[in-house]
Protein backbone atom coordinates (compact mmCIF):
# COMPACT_ATOMS: atom_id res chain seq x y z
CA UNK A 1 0.00 0.00 0.00
CA UNK A 2 1.54 3.40 -0.84
CA UNK A 3 1.60 5.59 2.31
CA UNK A 4 -0.37 9.06 1.89
CA UNK A 5 2.08 12.14 2.26
CA UNK A 6 -0.18 13.51 5.11
CA UNK A 7 0.39 10.20 7.36
CA UNK A 8 4.32 10.30 6.48
CA UNK A 9 4.67 13.68 7.12
CA UNK A 10 3.09 14.54 9.75
CA UNK A 11 4.15 18.20 10.19
CA UNK A 12 4.25 19.51 6.98
CA UNK A 13 1.94 22.27 5.92
CA UNK A 14 -0.41 20.93 3.67
CA UNK A 15 -1.84 23.99 2.21
CA UNK A 16 0.38 23.61 -0.84
CA UNK A 17 0.51 20.18 -0.99
CA UNK A 18 -3.83 20.00 -1.48
CA UNK A 19 -3.98 23.48 -3.31
CA UNK A 20 -1.03 23.67 -5.61
CA UNK A 21 -1.40 27.01 -6.89
CA UNK A 22 -0.15 28.24 -3.54
CA UNK A 23 3.16 25.82 -4.30
CA UNK A 24 6.10 27.30 -2.40
CA UNK A 25 4.12 29.51 -0.21
CA UNK A 26 4.39 29.06 3.75
CA UNK A 27 3.96 30.12 7.66
CA UNK A 28 1.94 33.20 7.85
CA UNK A 29 1.74 34.21 3.82
CA UNK A 30 0.33 30.74 3.11
CA UNK A 31 -2.60 31.06 5.67
CA UNK A 32 -4.09 34.30 4.96
CA UNK A 33 -3.45 33.82 0.75
CA UNK A 34 -5.60 30.29 2.11
CA UNK A 35 -8.06 32.39 3.70
CA UNK A 36 -8.25 34.91 0.69
CA UNK A 37 -8.89 32.55 -1.99
CA UNK A 38 -11.15 29.92 -3.08
CA UNK A 39 -9.22 26.64 -1.84
CA UNK A 40 -10.20 23.52 -1.10
CA UNK A 41 -10.95 23.06 3.26
CA UNK A 42 -7.44 21.01 4.30
CA UNK A 43 -8.59 19.29 7.13
CA UNK A 44 -11.83 18.14 4.47
CA UNK A 45 -9.67 17.32 1.88
CA UNK A 46 -9.13 14.03 -0.03
CA UNK A 47 -6.03 13.71 1.04
CA UNK A 48 -6.26 14.31 4.69
CA UNK A 49 -9.97 12.53 5.08
CA UNK A 50 -7.59 9.06 3.54
CA UNK A 51 -4.71 9.98 5.65
CA UNK A 52 -7.76 9.27 8.73
CA UNK A 53 -8.85 6.05 7.21
CA UNK A 54 -5.06 4.68 6.62
CA UNK A 55 -3.48 6.25 9.82
CA UNK A 56 -6.18 5.39 12.49
CA UNK A 57 -7.65 1.93 10.10
CA UNK A 58 -10.77 3.25 10.27
CA UNK A 59 -13.34 4.02 7.77
CA UNK A 60 -13.61 7.99 6.34
CA UNK A 61 -14.99 10.47 9.01
CA UNK A 62 -18.01 12.71 8.69
CA UNK A 63 -16.31 15.46 10.32
CA UNK A 64 -12.94 17.06 11.16
CA UNK A 65 -11.25 19.33 13.55
CA UNK A 66 -8.63 21.62 13.47
CA UNK A 67 -7.68 21.20 16.81
CA UNK A 68 -4.99 24.71 17.41
CA UNK A 69 -6.31 27.46 15.87
CA UNK A 70 -3.09 29.99 15.16
CA UNK A 71 -5.22 33.07 13.71
CA UNK A 72 -7.27 33.64 16.96
CA UNK A 73 -4.07 34.62 18.88
CA UNK A 74 -2.44 35.98 15.62
CA UNK A 75 -5.59 37.91 14.50
CA UNK A 76 -6.28 39.45 17.60
CA UNK A 77 -2.51 40.98 18.24
CA UNK A 78 -2.68 42.09 14.11
CA UNK A 79 -6.18 44.11 14.83
CA UNK A 80 -4.25 46.04 18.29
CA UNK A 81 -1.14 46.57 16.23
CA UNK A 82 -2.93 48.52 13.35
CA UNK A 83 -5.49 49.84 16.25
CA UNK A 84 -2.58 51.69 17.83
CA UNK A 85 -1.18 52.91 14.33
CA UNK A 86 -4.20 54.20 13.98
CA UNK A 87 -4.95 52.23 10.89
CA UNK A 88 -8.86 51.09 9.58
CA UNK A 89 -9.55 47.72 10.09
CA UNK A 90 -11.62 46.71 7.49
CA UNK A 91 -15.01 44.35 9.03
CA UNK A 92 -15.61 42.09 5.96
CA UNK A 93 -13.46 39.12 7.04
CA UNK A 94 -11.63 38.69 3.10
CA UNK A 95 -10.50 42.22 3.05
CA UNK A 96 -9.12 42.11 6.60
CA UNK A 97 -6.71 39.54 5.63
CA UNK A 98 -6.01 41.68 2.58
CA UNK A 99 -5.48 44.66 4.71
CA UNK A 100 -2.81 42.34 7.31
CA UNK A 101 -1.13 40.71 4.36
CA UNK A 102 -0.76 43.91 2.97
CA UNK A 103 0.58 45.20 6.58
CA UNK A 104 2.83 42.55 7.82
CA UNK A 105 6.26 44.47 7.57
CA UNK A 106 4.46 46.97 9.73
CA UNK A 107 2.68 44.99 11.82
CA UNK A 108 5.52 43.11 13.26
CA UNK A 109 8.29 45.60 13.11
CA UNK A 110 10.19 45.17 15.83
CA UNK A 111 8.43 42.02 16.62
CA UNK A 112 10.43 39.51 14.21
CA UNK A 113 11.04 36.70 16.48
CA UNK A 114 7.01 36.39 17.14
CA UNK A 115 6.87 36.51 13.32
CA UNK A 116 8.95 33.36 12.96
CA UNK A 117 7.07 32.23 16.06
CA UNK A 118 3.81 32.92 13.91
CA UNK A 119 5.05 31.45 10.60
CA UNK A 120 6.28 28.10 12.42
CA UNK A 121 2.89 28.00 14.07
CA UNK A 122 0.51 28.35 10.77
CA UNK A 123 2.61 25.66 9.45
CA UNK A 124 2.42 23.04 11.99
CA UNK A 125 -1.78 23.98 12.37
CA UNK A 126 -2.30 23.13 8.20
CA UNK A 127 -0.46 19.45 9.45
CA UNK A 128 -2.09 16.47 10.30
CA UNK A 129 -0.45 16.36 13.07
CA UNK A 130 -2.85 19.24 14.13
CA UNK A 131 -6.29 16.94 12.76
CA UNK A 132 -8.35 15.23 14.15
CA UNK A 133 -11.72 13.42 13.41
CA UNK A 134 -14.85 14.04 15.44
CA UNK A 135 -17.94 13.63 15.84
CA UNK A 136 -20.88 15.85 13.90
CA UNK A 137 -21.30 19.35 15.26
CA UNK A 138 -18.46 18.70 17.19
CA UNK A 139 -17.39 22.33 16.49
CA UNK A 140 -21.00 23.38 16.38
CA UNK A 141 -22.77 25.35 13.48
CA UNK A 142 -24.88 28.45 12.89
CA UNK A 143 -27.91 27.12 15.02
CA UNK A 144 -25.96 24.60 17.45
CA UNK A 145 -22.55 25.40 19.87
CA UNK A 146 -19.73 23.72 19.77
CA UNK A 147 -15.79 24.08 19.78
CA UNK A 148 -16.03 26.94 17.41
CA UNK A 149 -18.64 28.60 18.51
CA UNK A 150 -16.44 32.30 19.29
CA UNK A 151 -18.10 33.96 22.48
CA UNK A 152 -17.88 30.33 24.32
CA UNK A 153 -14.44 29.24 23.61
CA UNK A 154 -12.99 31.10 20.68
CA UNK A 155 -11.52 27.53 18.74
CA UNK A 156 -9.36 27.28 22.02
CA UNK A 157 -9.16 23.43 23.07
CA UNK A 158 -9.06 23.87 27.34
CA UNK A 159 -12.16 26.24 26.69
CA UNK A 160 -14.10 23.94 25.08
CA UNK A 161 -13.14 21.31 27.46
CA UNK A 162 -14.37 23.51 30.26
CA UNK A 163 -17.55 24.10 28.68
CA UNK A 164 -18.51 20.31 28.23
CA UNK A 165 -18.11 19.80 32.07
CA UNK A 166 -20.78 22.85 32.38
CA UNK A 167 -24.21 21.20 32.61
CA UNK A 168 -25.25 25.10 31.88
CA UNK A 169 -23.07 25.77 28.88
CA UNK A 170 -25.76 24.25 26.47
CA UNK A 171 -23.61 22.93 24.04
CA UNK A 172 -24.76 20.33 21.59
CA UNK A 173 -25.18 17.13 22.68
CA UNK A 174 -22.68 18.01 25.83
CA UNK A 175 -22.96 15.28 27.38
CA UNK A 176 -22.48 13.01 24.67
CA UNK A 177 -19.63 14.98 23.20
CA UNK A 178 -18.11 15.04 26.98
CA UNK A 179 -18.14 11.17 26.90
CA UNK A 180 -16.69 10.78 23.68
CA UNK A 181 -13.62 13.36 23.81
CA UNK A 182 -12.52 11.43 27.43
CA UNK A 183 -13.04 7.58 25.55
CA UNK A 184 -10.78 9.44 23.02
CA UNK A 185 -7.99 11.45 24.57
CA UNK A 186 -5.61 9.10 24.05
CA UNK A 187 -6.25 7.62 20.87
CA UNK A 188 -5.84 10.81 18.96
CA UNK A 189 -2.95 11.78 21.74
CA UNK A 190 -4.53 15.07 22.97
CA UNK A 191 -4.92 15.19 26.40
CA UNK A 192 -2.10 17.24 26.68
CA UNK A 193 -3.50 19.69 24.22
CA UNK A 194 -6.74 20.03 25.83
CA UNK A 195 -4.72 21.35 28.86
CA UNK A 196 -3.04 24.27 26.95
CA UNK A 197 -4.80 27.14 28.15
CA UNK A 198 -5.60 30.72 26.14
CA UNK A 199 -2.10 33.10 26.24
CA UNK A 200 -5.00 35.19 28.46
CA UNK A 201 -8.67 35.09 28.75
CA UNK A 202 -10.96 34.96 26.11
CA UNK A 203 -13.04 37.96 27.04
CA UNK A 204 -9.83 39.70 26.62
CA UNK A 205 -7.83 41.25 23.96
CA UNK A 206 -4.06 41.55 23.16
CA UNK A 207 -4.11 45.32 23.94
CA UNK A 208 -2.76 48.63 23.26
CA UNK A 209 0.77 47.89 24.81
CA UNK A 210 2.52 44.75 25.27
CA UNK A 211 1.52 43.45 28.47
CA UNK A 212 0.31 40.20 27.16
CA UNK A 213 3.07 39.88 24.53
CA UNK A 214 5.32 37.39 26.91
CA UNK A 215 2.14 35.32 27.85
CA UNK A 216 1.21 35.11 24.29
CA UNK A 217 4.64 34.15 23.21
CA UNK A 218 4.69 31.57 25.65
CA UNK A 219 1.45 30.21 24.60
CA UNK A 220 2.28 30.02 20.72
CA UNK A 221 5.78 28.02 21.46
CA UNK A 222 3.67 25.75 23.81
CA UNK A 223 1.39 25.16 20.85
CA UNK A 224 4.24 24.37 18.28
CA UNK A 225 5.62 22.06 20.88
CA UNK A 226 2.70 20.31 21.47
CA UNK A 227 1.71 19.88 17.43
CA UNK A 228 5.31 18.69 16.81
CA UNK A 229 5.55 16.06 19.37
CA UNK A 230 1.75 14.71 19.54
CA UNK A 231 2.57 11.56 17.21
CA UNK A 232 6.57 11.10 18.96
CA UNK A 233 7.10 7.75 20.41
Given at each position: MIENYAVVNKTDNL?????????????????LLYRMNSST????????????????????????DTIFN????????????????????????????????????????????LRQLFDKYFDLMYSFSNFMTVPLYFNGSKNKLGKGTWKLNKDYPSEYLKNLKDENSDIYKRKEMYDWLSRNMDLYRIRDMYKLEPPYPISEYYGYDDS???????FVKSAIELIEKRFEG
Open positions: IPIVNTKLKGKKGIEAAEIDSSILVREAYEQFYNAPIPESAAFIPFMDFCRSKMIRLRRQVPNDKREEYEFIYDNLNLIFYRYEDKLQALIY
